[in-house]
């Protein structure tokens, strides 16, 4: 099959990993990927921001900005006509961003069937956290898109309800998770080698990956591990950066264990493996409602004992006391209290890792299944057509 894929993301962050992982799979199973996307993403090194875009976005007025975004859709929908023409793909797969109905119109004026892999309710996720100037024209362009795809691709099922709010038919949403890419994890030391190779040789390693944020709580985390005896052997090893990461460390400082805390900074893709297979007990705390995090699934592969909020899209994933801890993520002190269980409990702590691991063959939870899956809906679309 010869597959369109669309995307308009230029920074190399987790939402690459996204792309990238679902382009490698599709090609691995034969399928020829033609991208049409911003220069700029295939020139940048993981860890980049959308540098100049990233500027602007600071800088220029929002309702300037957001017009800016909105006139992008020209520069898009001449990409993909001439990428249509050139290549006559079969169908045409797209990740979703605002203000972005290229695609559709693309797909409408050639007739090809049409996948739309949505991450978030990015209308409502700017207008809570950024905010929104155009706020009219940015609900019009998320809701014509999600309608006129002929299927739409959430990766939760809390977040198919917001599409299906939006009028799209229950038929046309198909939740897809975020997956693993196995060949990452084949050569992730084991939890003893890791943790000598990072000098924690001896702890019990409580570990978090990614962008920190001063909502993810990893504070109330430092505060329980300030109250440990003299001879604690707890390590809080923090694989990223962000900007939560300067007030933590002057936390640990205040409290007398910044020799207990680790920040590694931006790790490459083929790094973190090898950091998380450290880890004992791994943090998954608080998340968006909606949202498939990333770091969740490299847990599950490399076999942690897992703690995580109890909420719908998290539970569409954990099951308590099975392949993880949960907590009430209402409880300012929920996150501190199931690390505690865990590493009080070393039998509950053995248990939910080796059901982790299980959890990823279990629920199919791979970038090649879900390659697989859209694959499987561009053919039903094709024989429909």
């Given amino acids: 099959m010869k597959i369109l894929y669309h995307h308009r993301t230029r920074s190399k962050d987790g939402q690459y990993v996204h792309i990238e992982e679902m382009i490698d799979a599709l090609r691995e199973q034969g399928h020829e990927v033609i991208i049409v996307a911003p220069k700029a993403a295939e020139e940048t090194p993981f860890g980049s921001d959308a540098g100049a875009v990233a500027w602007l976005k600071r800088h220029l007025p929002k309702w300037f900005y957001e017009l800016m975004e909105f006139g992008y859709t020209l520069v898009a929908y001449r990409a993909l006509m001439r990428a249509i023409a050139t290549h006559k793909p079969d169908v045409l797969y797209e990740r979703y961003n605002l203000f972005l109905p290229a695609g559709i119109w693309a797909a409408r004026r050639h007739r090809l069937p049409m996948l739309l892999e949505i991450n978030a309710p990015i ?86 990956t990614g962008f920190v944020r001063d909502w993810h709580g990893l504070d109330k985390v430092i505060a329980m591990m300030a109250g440990d005896p003299p001879d604690a052997r707890r390590h809080l090893l923090v694989v990223g950066d962000g900007p939560a990461r300067e ?64 909420q719908p899209n998290i ?42 691991r299980r959890t990823i063959d279990e629920q199919n939870l791979t970038w090649h299944a879900n390659a697989h899956r859209a694959v499987s809906l561009f053919e039903g679309l094709l024989r429909r057509a």
């Fill in 123 to 208: 209308m409502e996720e700017r207008s809570r956290y950024d905010g929104l100037s155009l706020k009219s024209l940015a609900r019009w362009s998320q809701g014509y898109a999600w309608r006129n795809a002929d299927k739409v691709l959430p990766v939760t099922k809390v977040l198919g309800d917001i599409v299906a709010s939006y009028g799209v038919q229950q038929d046309r949403i198909v939740v897809i998770p975020n997956g693993i890419n196995w060949s990452r994890f084949a050569d992730a030391p084991d939890t003893q080698a890791a943790k000598r190779a990072l000098g924690l040789e001896g702890q019990l390693v409580l570990g978090f």
């Fill in 315 to 356: 539970e569409e994933i954990l099951r308590p006391d099975y392949n993880a801890v949960l907590f009430d993520p209402k409880d300012p002190y929920g996150l501190a209290q199931a690390v505690q269980r865990l590493c009080d409990d070393s039998a509950l702590r053995s248990l939910v890792a080796d059901n982790a």
């Fill in 247 to 310: 007030a933590l460390e002057q936390q640990a400082r205040e409290l007398g264990i910044a020799d207990r805390v680790t920040f590694t900074g931006i790790v490459g893709r083929d790094d973190v493996a090898r950091h998380v297979a450290a880890f004992d007990i791994a943090l998954q705390p608080a998340v968006v409602a909606y949202a498939s995090p990333l770091k969740l699934f490299e847990y599950l592969a490399l076999g942690k004992a897992i703690v995580g909020p109890a």
